[in-house]
C-alpha cells in the first residue's frame, strides 16, 4: 500500500498523494486486526519490524484500539517538533493548513475519505456467506428452465457440415464436490450435494471410448479414493489416471505407503492385454495449503502440515507406477530461484532433511508469457513454471513441481493484493482479440457422478444429464453449442 497501492485507490482524489501514507497505515491497522485477532500474536508479528524507519506506526498499531485512536494518534506523532518522517511530517503538515490547523477536523476528513473507500468492511464469514449464496444460487439453477431452453435450442440446430470427431484429448470425472479445509484461494465456498448417485460403471465405460487421459477431481477426492481404484480396474483405454489431492490424508509415512501402495497395486493388477498405463498423483502444495492459520484452541498450526506433504514425497519414489507431482499456485517467489529455498518448499527440504533426505533441483522452466510481480505491479518477469527434482536416495525417480495462477473467483477474490500472481494482462490481451497462441479456454468435458456433463473450465456451462440424455445427444450438443465455440476460441461478440 505504501508503494502506491493507496495512491491508485485513491485514483482522482485531489489530495491523494497527501493522504496515501496515512490511509495505508489505517489500512494496515484495520488489516493486521481482521487477519491476527489474538493480541499475543499481533505482537509477535509486529516485533519483525522492530528497526524499520516506522518504529512509532508498531507501538501506535499495538495499543490503539480502533481506527479513529490511531489516526488521532497518528496526527499528534507525525506533527510533533521531534518527528524525523520528513516527506510524511509535511504533507500531514500541508493537509493540517487545509484543515485550518484543526487536528479533530483532519482526523474527521481522514476517516471519511477511509469510510468511501469500502475496504476491509466484511469479515471474512461475512463475505464466504455472501459468495456462497451466489454460488448456490448458481448450481440451483442447473439444467433448470433458463438451461433446458437453451439446451432445447441446441438440440433443433442442424448438424454442423464438419462434425468435430468424438475424442478428446483429455476428460474429468467428478465424484463429489467437497474439501474439509477453507483455503482462502478456493474457487469453491458451496459445493453442490451429491448423494445417492447412480453406479459409475455406465459413466466410465462412456468416458473410456472417448480419451486416453482422466482427471478426477472435485475438490479433495481422498474420501472417493475407491471409485479412483475402481476406474483403474475398469478402463482399458486410459494410458493416464490424474488425481488431485490436498495431501492432508498422509498423517505418518505408513499411512502413506499404504495409499501409495494401493494405488500401484491397481496399475500392477490391469490385464496385460490392456494400454499400460501410470497414474498422475497430483498434490496441491503452496503458501496456501500450508498456510499458517490460528487454531480454534488459540494455537498456530499449518493448514495442511508441510510434514504430511514430505510423507508422501518420501515414499513416491518407491513406486514406479506413479509419478508425483507437486501443484504450486504461483506467488512472489515463483520470479525467482528462491521459490525452492524460501516459503512452503524451503520447509519441505527442511523437514526431509530431518528425515536424512538431500533434495536436488534437477530442471526449472519458465512461463512462456511475462507476469506481473504481485509486489510491484511496474515490474514484469518469467515465473517458474515447471521444475523437478529428486531424493539423493532415489536419483532416477524425479518429482514434477507445475505452477499455475489463482482463480481470481471465490474466496480468492478476496485475497489480499501482492499475495498471487494475478492475469489480468492475459485477460486485456483476451479481451482485445489478441490471445497468445494456446492460451484458449479449455472446452473439454466434466462428467460429474450426478450426471451432469460441464466444460473444464466452466463447471457451470451444462449440456445436459449423461444418464438421461445419452452420450450421442451430449456429444452432438458440445459439437454444436456456439457458446462452447466461443469460448474455446474467445469470440468478442459475446460481450
Request: proline share 5%; aromatic share 8%; with cysteine.
Amino acid at each position: 500500500m505504501t508503494g502506491g497501492g493507496m495512491r491508485r485507490l485513491l485514483a482522482d482524489h485531489p489530495d491523494a498523494e497527501r493522504l496515501s501514507f496515512p490511509l495505508a497505515y489505517l489500512y494496515a491497522f484495520r488489516w493486521l486486526r481482521r487477519e491476527v485477532p489474538s493480541a499475543e500474536y499481533r505482537r509477535a508479528v509486529l516485533s519483525a519490524f522492530k528497526g524499520s524507519k516506522q518504529a512509532f506506526l508498531l507501538d501506535l498499531f499495538a495499543h490503539c484500539s480502533d481506527a479513529s485512536e490511531l489516526v488521532h494518534a497518528y496526527i499528534e506523532q507525525l506533527s510533533g517538533a521531534e518527528s524525523s518522517n520528513t516527506v510524511q511530517r509535511r504533507q500531514l503538515l500541508e493537509l493540517l493548513v487545509q484543515s485550518d490547523q484543526d487536528p479533530e477536523r483532519l482526523a474527521a476528513r481522514l476517516l471519511k475519505v477511509w469510510e468511501g473507500l469500502g475496504l476491509l468492511r466484511q469479515s471474512y464469514a461475512e463475505a464466504y456467506r455472501d459468495l456462497a449464496r451466489d454460488e448456490r444460487n448458481r448450481y440451483g439453477d442447473m439444467l433448470g428452465p433458463d438451461d433446458s431452453e437453451r439446451l432445447a435450442l441446441l438440440d433443433a440446430m442442424p448438424e454442423p457440415e464438419s462434425s468435430a470427431g468424438s475424442r478428446f484429448d483429455k476428460l474429468g470425472v467428478i465424484p463429489a464436490m467437497g474439501c474439509p479445509q477453507t483455503c482462502r484461494h478456493c474457487m469453491f465456498i458451496w459445493r453442490p450435494p451429491m448423494r445417492d448417485t447412480p453406479d459409475p460403471e455406465s459413466l466410465f465405460r462412456t468416458v473410456n471410448s472417448l480419451t486416453e487421459r482422466l482427471l478426477f477431481t472435485g475438490g479433495d477426492l481422498t474420501r472417493h479414493l475407491d471409485s479412483f481404484i475402481r476406474a483403474i480396474g475398469s478402463m482399458d483405454r486410459i494410458r493416464t489416471f490424474a488425481i488431485l489431492l490436498n495431501g492432508d490424508f498422509a498423517d505418518d509415512p505408513d499411512v502413506a505407503d499404504k495409499i501409495l501402495g494401493e494405488m500401484a497395486a491397481a496399475i500392477r493388477d490391469r490385464p496385460a492385454a490392456w494400454k499400460r498405463a501410470q497414474i498422475l498423483l497430483q498434490v496441491s502444495f503452496d503458501e496456501l495449503h500450508q498456510e499458517v492459520v490460528l487454531g480454534r484452541n488459540g494455537k498456530l498450526g499449518e493448514r495442511i502440515p508441510v510434514a504430511k506433504i514430505a510423507n508422501i514425497v518420501e515414499r513416491a519414489p518407491c513406486y514406479p507406477e506413479i509419478q508425483l507431482c507437486l501443484v504450486h499456485k504461483q506467488n512472489p517467489l515463483s520470479f525467482s530461484m528462491d521459490l525452492f529455498k524460501r516459503g512452503v518448499f524451503g520447509r519441505l527440504v527442511q523437514e526431509l532433511s530431518h528425515r536424512g533426505h538431500r533434495v536436488r533441483v534437477l530442471s526449472s522452466a519458465p512461463s512462456p508469457r511475462l507476469k506481473r510481480h504481485p509486489l510491484d505491479p511496474a515490474r514484469t518477469g518469467q515465473v517458474v513454471k515447471d521444475a523437478s527434482f529428486v531424493l539423493a536416495r532415489y536419483p532416477d525417480r524425479p518429482i514434477l513441481l507445475s505452477s499455475s495462477t489463482v482463480d481470481g473467483y471465490g474466496r480468492a477474490s478476496l485475497l489480499d493484493e501482492g499475495e498471487t500472481v494475478k492475469e489480468q494482462d492475459l485477460l486485456r490481451q483476451v479481451l482485445e482479440g489478441k490471445a497468445p497462441a494456446g492460451e484458449g479456454f479449455d472446452t473439454d468435458l466434466m462428467f460429474w457422478f450426478n450426471g451432469w456433463v460441464t466444460l473444464f473450465s466452466a463447471v457451470h456451462i451444462c449440456l445436459g444429464d449423461l444418464y438421461l440424455d445419452g452420450i450421442e445427444t451430449i456429444l452432438a450438443r458440445c459439437h454444436k453449442d456456439p457458446l462452447t465455440k466461443a469460448l474455446a476460441c474467445f469470440d468478442l461478440r459475446l460481450l
